[in-house]
């Protein structure tokens, strides 16, 4: 009997083992993920072109975000919206803390979050839309 | 030349399946099958040890194979399927969820397997199954609401457009339950329409969390403004704070109306951590911990079921016989195990023909896993449950916005806080608030809740296929409203 209590008592503790050996492998795979993420440069946020009735910037475009981006119809902005309805400085985009503003620069036609007019500044979610002139923009997640 | 010419297109026309390896989680699937075989071939073998000890016979050889061979085998076997399911159809899925998921739940299945197995019996069009049988079909309708949610589930549209239905599907689900449900040890959780009964507060907690995660991530900077002060504090405006102040009269009522304690904190720590993960705000944590602190005091002193869950908490040895045995056992079960446990399968001798613990099954399967695998095996048990929450907050913090963030932390929270919850009831280290384990305890409803969460959840992992959100132009009252303050 001596024998197969201790066979038993092997057994027993080759399953606790085996349980760890599973958490072990998956805190391998957890901590090679987090690396992967830390690594490379980070990306803010990025807008990504949901309505472009002009076709200039292409809709379905993906713009990486700057801590600071300038949006207009002038060609020394970074995100450069063709559209008649846009002023040629039209709003600029900052990442400040923890959270992204957009700025209005007193462009003609106004600039909007999710339909409401921005006055002056107003924050930004990620998920939300930004309208300039008739381009629609949406605010996403960088790439982690 | 403007920036947009280097900008990528959304990739388009690809085939719909298109199979893609998935080598991470084949291998840590191969290691939950080892382990649960070993797992289930030292339950077999102690198994007959104690039934030759207790006949007084002699074993002539130890015999290994598992208690019931069939079931461990299609359990696994469902498993492998919606592996091979996820391979075929080739999205970019978070690869560690489903392993820990199917060692949480083949843990489970051992137990229903070792506990009595007339403990519960349903029979189905004449079919009588029995506790470990049971479990095993709850188990396979899991695995294939887990497959379809995460393969199917391409957009996020339908839930989060539809908040407020579901919020009202979900004030609908509690009320049915209040007019039409049926009383199980005092307190009103089940509800039977026909032949089918669950119970609602299980899937109430996934709508909440959908609702809360829609609600908080539309007013997120409305939210974290300060706009109305009230002395030293500042609080957002008014109008935001009603949900808040809403979700706490739900939970009171929870607790007054269908004496269920569990649901009632589950929903109201759930809120707060995912108000706190929203807005980032401290204050609100502890504004809604002096509330519910004040709740539970009021709670205390008017109705005689929180005073007696607390009362019992304090001081089982009070009343061992009586109120307090199932704590006493408990507690009795968890010394009994020690550091590496009396092995599955030799725990838990029956008193005088009874369990020791009535409601094993349910409220306490850690206590027969803290006997039976003892501290080091209930460490790695919270581990796995660590592990699933570290993945939905990863896969929250990855996601493409705010909703699906708020709504992947949610989930996560869900399970982790459910089954801190009941570890720490069981452990006497706060009352017992009777809720399940997720993946473990026994249960239908349970188990499907559970399923949906780890289903959105791999759903949402996927950022490739993830179509653009709907556009959130708001032209009703609110939104006319906000313009002209604003």
């Known amino acids: ?144 | 030349m403007s920036i947009a010419a280097q900008a990528r297109p959304f990739a388009s026309a690809r085939p719909r399946f298109r199979p893609r390896t998935r080598t991470t989680e084949t291998g840590l699937l191969a290691l939950v099958a080892v382990a649960l075989v070993v797992g289930a071939a030292s339950l077999g073998a102690t198994q007959r040890v104690v039934a030759a000890r207790t006949a007084g016979e002699a074993l002539a050889s130890l015999d290994f194979s598992p208690p019931d061979p069939t079931a461990l085998a299609v359990y696994l076997g469902a498993v492998a399927l919606v592996h091979v399911a996820f391979i075929v159809a080739g999205r970019r899925t978070d690869q560690v969820l489903l392993p820990a998921v199917a060692m949480l739940g083949g843990i489970g299945l051992l137990l229903m397997q070792r506990l009595p197995q007339d403990l519960v019996q349903q029979s189905f069009f004449g079919l009588v199954l029995d506790l470990g049988q049971l479990q095993l079909m709850w188990l396979l309708i899991a695995m294939v609401v887990i497959a379809t949610l995460a393969l199917a589930v391409r957009s996020d549209a339908w839930l989060r457009t539809y908040k407020y239905t579901w919020a009202a599907a979900g004030i609908g689900l509690l009320l049915l339950t209040f007019v039409f449900g049926s009383d199980v040890n005092g307190a009103r959780l089940t509800l039977s329409i026909g032949p089918v009964s669950g119970q609602p507060s299980e899937l109430l907690k996934v709508i909440l969390v959908v609702f809360l995660a829609a609600y908080l991530s539309e007013n997120r900077s409305l939210l974290a403004e300060e706009s109305t002060r009230l002395g030293p504090l500042r609080l957002p405006p008014l109008p935001y704070l009603a949900p808040m102040g809403a979700m706490w009269a739900i939970a009171l009522g929870i607790v007054v109306v269908q004496r269920d304690l569990g649901a009632a904190l589950l929903f109201f720590a759930v809120f707060l951590a995912l108000l706190y993960v929203a807005t980032g705000r401290l204050s609100y944590v502890a504004g809604g911990l002096v509330l519910f602190l004040a709740g539970s005091f009021v709670l205390y002193h008017l109705f005689g079921h929180v005073a007696q869950r607390v009362d019992n908490w304090l001081d089982p040895w009070a009343d061992p016989a009586g109120a307090g045995f199932q704590t006493v056992q408990a507690l009795y079960a968890f010394a009994r195990g020690g550091l590496l446990g009396v092995g599955l399968g030799a725990g838990l001798p029956t008193i005088g023909g009874h369990l020791p613990v009535p409601a094993v099954h349910t409220d306490y399967p850690l206590a027969a896993l803290g006997e039976e695998m003892g501290l080091i095996g209930l460490l790695a048990v919270l581990g796995l449950y660590l592990v699933v929450v570290e993945r939905g907050l990863r896969i929250a913090s990855a996601a493409h916005d705010d909703f699906r963030s708020l709504l992947a932390a949610g989930l996560a929270l869900v399970i982790g806080i459910q089954a801190f919850i009941i570890a720490a009831g069981n452990l006497k280290l706060i009352p017992l608030t009777g809720i399940t384990l997720p993946f473990i305890s026994y249960g239908g409803s349970s188990l499907l809740a559970n399923a949906i969460v780890v289903g959105l959840l791999l759903a949402l992992s996927d950022r490739g296929a993830g179509a653009p959100a709907p556009p959130r132009t708001r032209t009703g009252l609110l939104a006319r409203l906000r313009g002209a303050r604003s």
């Open chain 1, 1 to 144: 009997m001596d024998g197969f209590v201790l066979t038993l008592w092997l057994v027993r503790l080759l399953f606790l083992a085996l349980l760890y050996l599973f958490l072990f492998a998956v805190a391998r795979v957890l901590l090679r993920d987090l690396r992967a993420a830390s690594r490379g440069p980070v990306e803010l946020g990025r807008l990504v072109v949901v309505a472009s009735p002009r076709g200039e910037p292409v809709p379905g475009a993906i713009f990486p975000l700057d801590a600071v981006t300038n949006i207009g119809r002038d060609v020394n902005n970074g995100i450069v919206v063709d559209d008649p309805f846009a002023s040629s400085e039209h709003a600029v985009l900052t990442f400040r803390g923890r959270a992204w503003y957009v700025e209005d620069l007193a462009s003609t036609n106004g600039t909007f979050v999710n339909g409401i007019p921005v006055q002056g500044i107003a924050e930004m979610g990620f998920g939300d839309e930004l309208q300039v002139g008739e381009v629609r923009l949406r605010l996403d997640r960088g790439r982690p």
